[in-house]
Each structure stands twice: as C-alpha cells, then as structure tokens.
C-alpha cells in the first residue's frame, strides 16, 4: 500500500477514457484500489479515481461525509466501484461549487444532474445499484467523469465561476452562485 503521486490538470492521463476492469481477479485491482484509498486518505479528499494516480482504468472511490448530509440523509461509506455506470433519473439539473485534487487550490461552479441511478461491480465482481441526489449525486458524476477524460471545467457553462478557492472564498457574491463549500474530489 503506497500513497501516491496525483496526476494534475495538464497530464494526458487525465483526457484519456480508461479501460474497463475484465479480470476481476487479478490481483493488480486490489493494490490499486490499495494504493487510492491510502493517496485518498492522504489528500485529505473525499473522491478519486484511478487516473488521477496515473492508472487508466475505471475504478472510483468516493465517501460523504457526514457534514454533507442533506435533510439528515445522504451520508455515504467508502464506497469502492468498478466499471461504473449513470444514468440520469430526470433531466433536472443543479449547479454548485466543485474543486478536484488535479486541480489544486481552484474551484469551479458546475451543472450536474440532481438525480441519478448508478451501477458498478465491486471487488469480488458482485453487482450493485444505488440512487443518488444532492452532492452524493454531484460526487458520482464527478468522478466518473475522470474515467471518460473529462475534468469539472470541460463541463462548466459558465467559465467566469472558475477561480482560485482563496479568491472566490473572500468575494461573496461570487461565493453564492453555488450552494455549498467544495471538497476536493
Ligand atoms: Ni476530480
């Protein structure tokens, strides 16, 4: 288990579509798996997927926390996923801050769809399914963004609301086109 170097904005690992997990067996995964929840952990975030630590492969990790709770639901355990897929519920949309930690000391406010139904396959290659709202929702996106290339400011509308944290942080106005503080995913 190691903690590992995250590729940054700019690395072409990030705009590549990672391949799917076909073995679930070899023994590879696990340590990869391993070494994101170690590089997770010492982040300090609460997502991240397997390009960032310069494997192109889709597997994402994600939790939420207790402080993102959302009338008293939506906490969330670590949750391990291979070959992730979303889909949209309906075709309602909200916009809120997100920062990534490929793209340190930035944020960006970001569309995402509010409701989704996801799938993925865990380590044992057993199948789940779950639905998400709010900033779980916004988290699953996000991540599995990485998975297809795509970092949070490809999909901004709007690419006056990308700044520094310590800038739109100190300038409120700007602060309230999001709803919520980010964390780094
Ligand atoms: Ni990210």
Not at 22 to 42: A, R
Not at 78 to 104: G, H, Y
Not at 109 to 124: E, G, N, P, T
Request: charged fraction near 30%.
């Amino acid at each position: 288990m190691s903690i590992l170097k995250i590729a940054r904005l700019g690395h072409p690992i990030l705009q590549k579509i990672a391949s799917p997990v076909d073995n679930f067996k070899d023994p590879e995964i696990k340590k990869i798996i391993n070494d994101m929840i170690d590089t997770l952990d010492d982040a300090g975030g609460i997502g991240l997927a397997a390009p960032q630590i310069h494997v192109s492969k889709r597997i994402v990790i994600f939790f939420v926390p207790e402080d993102r709770l959302e009338n008293g639901k939506n906490k969330v355990e670590l949750t391990i996923m291979i070959n992730p897929k979303i889909e949209p519920k309906n075709d309602m949309m909200n916009r809120d801050w997100e920062a990534c930690l490929s793209i340190p000391n930035l944020m960006g406010a970001v569309d995402r769809y509010s409701h989704i139904k996801y799938s993925w396959y865990d380590v044992d290659g057993e199948y789940f399914e779950r639905e998400a709202s709010g900033y779980h929702s916004r988290v699953v996106q996000h991540e599995c963004d990485h998975l297809d290339g795509k970092l949070y400011p490809f999909q901004m509308l709007d690419l006056s609301l990308l700044g520094f944290q310590e800038e739109i942080n100190s300038n409120k106005d700007l602060l309230d086109k999001g709803r919520s503080l980010p964390s780094e995913i």
